[in-house]
């Protein structure tokens, strides 16, 4: 098991910046082959008074999650003024192989900033970031002062 976030935790952004809005925002579907446990970190812009906004995870059998279904008691309540603020939500050994943040949004508009997932306990390390969304991830160990 390694102790650094970058080489022992597949990171995936799920969700792009989202505009305010009402609609209901699917994160990007997550296979959780190797991994044990998966982080969803959701940052949130502006949120209008009385938005009523909330994060949950799904899961599925189905890699297009057609089959999803929401995960007992993950539903994370979020405030109308919990403006630029994140939440986080883990889901350990889920029952089904796919899963994926959702986010609720009605009543009045809310901003999402994005949505990350890291997937972490993995079978085998070092991980493979996805290239589709990470650019690039450094590890440093104790370095020392100098030019960056």
């Not at 003024?81 to 994926?100: F, G, N, S, T, W």
């Amino acid at each position: 098991m390694s102790f650094n976030l970058t080489k022992g935790c597949k990171l995936t952004r799920v969700i792009n910046a989202t505009a305010a809005g009402t609609s209901d925002v699917n994160g990007s579907t997550i296979d959780m082959k190797g991994y044990d446990s998966v982080v969803f970190i959701v940052g949130f812009g502006e949120i209008t008074a009385t938005a009523v906004t909330s994060i949950k995870a799904q899961q599925g059998a189905a890699s297009n999650m057609s089959d999803a279904a929401d995960l007992l008691g993950t539903a994370i309540s979020v405030a109308d003024d919990d403006d630029d603020q994140i939440v986080a939500l883990e889901v350990v050994k889920p029952q089904e192989r796919y899963v994926r943040v959702v986010v609720d949004r009605g009543t009045a508009n809310a901003v999402i900033d994005f949505g990350i997932a890291l997937q972490h306990a993995a079978q085998t390390e070092p991980v493979t970031h996805d290239p589709t969304t990470v650019i690039g991830s450094e590890c440093h160990h104790a370095p020392s002062e100098g030019t960056a």
